[in-house]
């Protein structure tokens, strides 16, 4: 290979490289942005519904009970991991009281097929409201934060990119210039 088809080479891919860092500069920075937006909107909406874990020492978050609620003892429910653990550990805990255990789909058919027994229709009514606050905060609250933190992973990967990028094309500058 002559020197001047090396040059070529060389700024075909220095020029390469500082596209390939500007793209990833660009995903990085909508990525995080993204993740900003996510996090923060489920903060929010999750503190304007003010959803409070019971404070500690109460018989509403007995420690045998909720062996792992007590480090949101009293907290605001504001971020994805206390919307999970508010749904499944604190509203899944009181929906298999209500029932026997039963779900709300085996409620809902015996409700059916007794449409006057009063406490179906109550049992029904509470394992509904649970349950649509639980997929609520599991899928609004705990996945949406998730999607975010996932978002602020890719855009530092994306950083990390484009700095090795940069520095592929410093190197190949160098390069580039030695061959002269």
């Known amino acids: ?21 500007g793209v990833l500069l660009i995903a990085g920075c909508l990525a995080w942005w993204g993740g900003n937006f996510a996090t923060k909107s489920v903060h929010d909406e999750l503190a304007a ?20 609620l007590q480090k949101y003892a009293g907290q605001l429910v504001d971020n994805g991991p206390k919307a999970k653990a508010y749904a499944n550990e604190f509203i899944a805990v009181h929906l298999k009281k209500v029932a026997n255990g039963q779900t709300y789909s085996e409620v809902s058919t015996a409700a059916m097929q007794d449409p006057t027994n009063a406490t179906l229709q109550q049992q029904k009514a509470v394992l509904f409201q649970g349950e649509m606050l639980r997929g ?40 580039l210039a030695r061959l002269k």
Not at 1 to 21: E, H, P, Y
Not at 56 to 62: M, Q
Not at 139 to 154: C, M, P
């Open 49 to 68: 519904q003010k959803i409070y874990f019971p404070p500690k020492g109460t018989p509403a978050l007995d420690p045998t009970e909720f062996p792992g």
């Open 1 to 21: 290979m002559s020197k001047q088809q090396r040059k070529t080479i060389d700024k075909v891919f220095i020029l390469l490289g500082i596209v390939a860092a």
């Open 136 to 175: 609520t905060l599991l899928g609004d609250g705990y996945a949406y934060w998730t999607f975010g933190q996932l978002a602020k992973i890719g855009a530092v990967v994306a950083f990390a990119g484009a700095g090795l990028m940069l520095v592929l094309v410093y190197l190949g500058t160098l390069h």
